[in-house]
């Protein structure tokens, strides 16, 4: 009897363990979010010429999404000249209250998940104006969308799909429907087709999860922060942040795929952000939401950018 007890006793004590580790693991990303909020709770209403803890990392999130200079060394945890430009920038893109203080409005838009794109591409550098009015010479704004010069030629409007080799976060089959489904968004108001790649051959575009820093120079992040990236034509990769909470219909604590895969792929054919928050090109997406159509201002872009 004493053998079986103790046999009993230990598959017990295993069964606990796993229970607490799931456990902790299920708590991993909302307890990840929360820092993201904490710590822009805390920089707000930091004035100009403080220093405090954060600033740098606020820098630098705003230097990635294009609203420092290209050529900005950021080593500073005060509140400078530098910072009140930027976040100017940021709050006139955004089309909030241009204050250059961190203020309400502008934290909790920065607290919304978001791609992972730029929104300025290839700012100028310190030595030019730093006004979002000018933004640059290769760089186009017609209403609220905004393309630059890469597009697919002509050649090139039938256009190849295939999955890569990342992290396994969807069954094919679901994948597949869902960025067919996406796709055909985009064809629908273009000259464009999409056709998924036999197994073994080549494609233009590649889809896939990945985790971390995945080898294309632009990490993620974890959960809650950049959600995905693509790159514009004729790169055609398409990356999709495995740690976040992914569905195909989205709870409120989940990233709906489709949604965020048509803005992805608005990258692919070579659109930038939108500042109109009713695009699909707008850059944020709030957690547990649905937006997988085409907007007119999406529409107006890639007709602009593909004149028929």
């Known amino acids: 009897m004493a ?16 229970q607490t580790f799931e456990g902790r693991a299920r708590t991993l990303k909302p307890e990840h979010r929360q820092s993201l909020s904490s710590f822009l709770q805390k920089l707000e209403g930091v004035q100009k010429g403080q220093a405090a803890e954060g600033l740098l990392d606020l820098k630098k999130y705003l230097k ?30 955004f089309r909030l209250n241009v204050t250059g ?67 396994h976060v969807f069954d094919l089959k679901t994948l597949r429907s869902v960025c067919a489904d996406a796709f055909q968004k985009w064809a629908e108001v273009t000259s464009f087709t999409f056709k998924e790649a036999t197994d073994g051959a080549s494609a233009d575009l590649v889809i896939a999860f990945y985790s971390g820093d ?7 992040d974890g959960p809650g922060k950049i959600l995905a ?5 004729q790169d055609g990769r398409l990356h999709y942040d495995a740690d ?56 107006d872009g890639i007709h602009a950018l593909y004149p028929n």
């Open 101 to 167: 203080k961190l203020d309400s409005s502008t934290t909790q838009l920065m607290m919304i998940p978001r791609c992972g794109v730029p929104d300025i591409i290839n700012p100028p550098p310190a030595t030019e104006p730093t006004s979002t009015d000018s933004k640059n010479k290769k760089f186009h704004m017609v209403a609220h969308y905004a393309f630059g010069s890469k597009k697919w030629p002509p050649s090139k409007y039938a256009l190849t799909y295939k999955f890569g080799p990342g992290v």
């Open 244 to 299: 976040e909470n992914w569905s195909t219909d989205p709870a409120m604590d989940q990233y709906d795929l489709e949604s965020v895969s048509v803005h992805e792929i608005g990258h692919l054919l070579g659109l930038q952000h939108s500042n109109n928050n009713e695009s699909i090109m707008y850059p944020s997406i709030h957690i547990g939401r649905k937006k997988r159509d085409l907007a007119q201002d999406d529409i």
């Open 229 to 233: 990236h693509a790159f514009f034509p």
């Open 3 to 18: 053998p079986k007890l103790s046999h009993l006793l230990l598959a017990i004590l295993v069964i606990f363990s796993i």
């Open 64 to 93: 990635k999404f294009g609203y420092y200079p290209s050529d900005a060394t950021l080593t500073s945890s005060d509140f400078d000249d530098h910072l009140e430009l930027a976040l100017r920038a940021y709050q006139k893109y």
């Open 214 to 220: 995945h080898g294309d120079g632009d990490p993620f």
